[in-house]
Structure formats: structure tokens, C-alpha cells
């Protein structure tokens, strides 16, 4: 993690930044420091020196409309992520709070529905909180049947997970049209496979595998939340205007 001064304000760039800032704020030196007369070409992105065709992921304005709809899905993939580990924990170690935690992941759907509804209008994002749902119950049942080994019924449930996979990817590609269906379907099949391995390894208890596949599933998880506020912020531009 580094700052750039931009004239009067510091930039902190964060983790994984530049898979949106680069693509939402291309810029070069020249028009950084003409927006900002008092700023000083040779200490911006000191690290790297003063290159004028060099391409900075930091843009001259930052437009708190955008950032927020970005953190706000970010987090929600995130707490997707984290709450579906600790449910396949849950479920596989027998915990005391399966329940509860299960409620909790069960929540995620429901805040992504509330984060789309400004945008896409009730049943829109309550047809995407129904999918998501559903989601993750199967992924719940398939760790179930996995855990007692009954492989007809584990084999059907995942079939059943990516049939769901693949209606959230036409979905997803039909409302919006800077969503594509097919990378949509790509991300979540990925998405599946790795949560898939992260059972298996809970389940086997190779704890230290499942700890690796996580941090996929994080990083993975923020490439969707990405690509989906990028397509929202590209559909809805009069909402994201400074």
C-alpha cells in the first residue's frame, strides 16, 4: 500500500485497486498535474520517478458515488465468501452455532437485493436475492451429502449448483448490458470449484489447504464485485455524475 500526493489531497492506494481504478480512470502525468497546479510532477508515485507517458491507477478526482457502490459490493462478496467458509465449518466440525451461522449467510442475499434495489427496483433484486439463495442452501446440502458420503445425492446437488450458476449468469447478462453472461458463467462456475475444494478440504481436515483456497475464493470474490460495479456505475451514468 502506497500514496500519491495529487496537489492538495493524498490518494491511499488500496489492495486490488488498480482492477477498477485502471480501467475507470486511465490517466498519465499531464493531466494529474494540470488539474493540479500546486502539485509537484516529480513526487507523485515517487517510488517509481517521473515518467510522463507512465499509466497511474490514481485518477485527479475521485468520485465518492462510485467509490461507495464499490465498497459496498466488494463487502457483500466478501461477507459471501466469509460467511459460506464458516458455514461449511459449521457443518463439517458439527458446531454449536451451525444455526446461527447458517441465519447469518442466509442474510447475504438480502443485503445484495437491498444494494440493487435503488437500481433495478424491487423485483429485479428480489429475483437475484432468490437466486443467490438458493445458491447457497444447495451449497449447503451438497456439503451435507458429502459429509455422510452419499455420492448419488452429492453428485445430483452439484449438478443442481451449477444449473443455478448458470441461470444467475443469464440473469445477471439480461438486466444489464455491460454484464456479460458468459463471463458471468465462467466466474461463478470458478467460484463453485473453488468452494467446492474448500469443503473437501475441511471435510478431509487439511486445514492448511482449505486456509490456501480461501485466499482464492477472497481474490476471485472481488473480481465479481468488481465487474458487477463496474457494469452498474457504466448502466445508471447520470446516478455516478460528480
Same mark, same amino acid.
Given at each position: 500500500?502506497?500514496?500519491?500526493?495529487?496537489?492538495a =489531497?493524498f490518494?491511499?492506494?488500496?489492495?486490488?485497486?488498480?482492477? /477498477?481504478? &485502471?480501467q475507470?480512470?486511465?490517466?498519465?502525468i499531464?493531466?494529474?498535474?494540470?488539474a493540479?497546479a500546486?502539485?509537484?510532477?516529480?513526487?507523485?508515485?515517487?517510488?517509481y520517478?517521473?515518467?510522463?507517458e507512465?499509466?497511474?491507477?490514481?485518477?485527479?478526482?475521485?468520485?465518492?458515488?462510485?467509490?461507495?457502490?464499490t465498497?459496498t459490493?466488494?463487502?457483500?462478496w466478501?461477507? !459471501?465468501?466469509?460467511w459460506?467458509r464458516?458455514?461449511i465449518?459449521?457443518?463439517?466440525? &458439527?458446531l454449536?452455532?451451525?444455526d446461527?451461522?447458517?441465519?447469518r449467510?442466509l442474510?447475504?442475499?438480502? &443485503? =445484495?437485493e437491498?444494494?440493487?434495489?435503488? =437500481?433495478?427496483?424491487?423485483?429485479?433484486?428480489?429475483?437475484?436475492?432468490?437466486?443467490?439463495?438458493? !445458491?447457497?442452501?444447495?451449497?449447503?446440502?451438497?456439503v451435507?451429502?458429502?459429509?455422510?458420503? &452419499?455420492?448419488k445425492v452429492?453428485?445430483?446437488?452439484?449438478?443442481? /449448483?451449477y444449473?443455478?450458476?448458470?441461470?444467475?449468469a443469464?440473469?445477471l447478462?439480461?438486466?444489464?448490458?455491460?454484464?456479460?453472461?458468459?463471463? /458471468?458463467?465462467?466466474?461463478? !462456475?470458478k467460484?463453485?470449484?473453488l468452494?467446492?475444494?474448500?469443503a473437501?478440504?475441511?471435510?478431509?481436515?487439511?486445514?492448511?489447504?482449505?486456509?490456501?483456497v480461501?485466499?482464492?475464493?477472497?481474490?476471485?470474490?472481488?473480481e465479481?464485485?468488481?465487474?458487477?460495479?463496474e457494469?452498474?456505475i457504466?448502466? =445508471?451514468?447520470?446516478?455516478?455524475?460528480?
Open positions: 500500500m502506497y500514496q500519491c500526493p495529487m496537489g =489531497f490518494y491511499t492506494i488500496q489492495p486490488y485497486d488498480t482492477s /477498477w481504478l &485502471d475507470r480512470y486511465p490517466s498519465t499531464y493531466p494529474i498535474t494540470s493540479n500546486e502539485s509537484n510532477p516529480n513526487y507523485i508515485c515517487p517510488e520517478g517521473y515518467y510522463p507512465r499509466y497511474y491507477p490514481a485518477p485527479t478526482r475521485i468520485n465518492k458515488t462510485e467509490v461507495y457502490l465498497n459490493i466488494r463487502m457483500l466478501e461477507q !459471501h465468501g466469509a459460506t464458516m458455514a465449518t459449521s457443518l463439517a466440525l &458439527d454449536p452455532d451451525v446461527l451461522v447458517i441465519e449467510l442474510r447475504n442475499p438480502v &443485503d =445484495f437491498n444494494a440493487l434495489r435503488p =437500481f433495478y427496483g424491487d423485483k429485479i433484486a428480489s429475483k437475484f436475492s432468490d437466486l443467490l439463495k438458493s !445458491h447457497l442452501v444447495i451449497a449447503a446440502e451438497l451435507k451429502a458429502s459429509k455422510v458420503g &452419499d455420492n452429492a453428485s445430483d446437488t452439484e449438478k443442481k /449448483w444449473d443455478n450458476a448458470n441461470e444467475i443469464v440473469f447478462g439480461r438486466i444489464n448490458p455491460y454484464w456479460s453472461q458468459e463471463d /458471468w458463467r465462467i466466474m461463478l !462456475h467460484h463453485l470449484a468452494v467446492k475444494a474448500e473437501v478440504a475441511m471435510l478431509t481436515k487439511n486445514y492448511a489447504a482449505g486456509i490456501a480461501y485466499d482464492e475464493i477472497e481474490n476471485q470474490a472481488l465479481m464485485a468488481d465487474v458487477m460495479a457494469g452498474i457504466k448502466q =445508471f451514468p447520470e446516478i455516478f455524475k460528480e
